[in-house]
């Protein structure tokens, strides 16, 4: 795996956010979308206990580049 090929993910309990860093084309729509969750300049810079589990969804599938996805734990 090449370093900038990486796949993380992160989860508030119900639901899985997933990652892939090579997709990603750093639009910012996930910042600007939920900045609670969304954090660049932190690491995790993703922390999905911060928001709502529909809010997450709502922004990753607001992802142009597919680098995030989800899934729902139960």
Not at 6 to 14: A, L, S
Not at 24 to 35: A, E, L, M, Y
């Amino acid at each position: 795996m090449e370093p900038k090929d990486i796949t993380k993910e992160y989860t508030n309990g119900d639901v899985t956010i997933v990652w892939q860093s090579a997709k990603c084309t750093h639009s910012g729509n996930c910042v600007r979308n939920n900045p609670e969750v969304f954090k660049p300049k932190e690491k995790p810079w993703i922390t999905p206990e911060n928001s709502e589990t529909e809010k997450i969804i709502e922004t990753v599938k607001k992802c142009p580049s597919g680098a995030l996805t989800y899934y729902k734990n139960n």
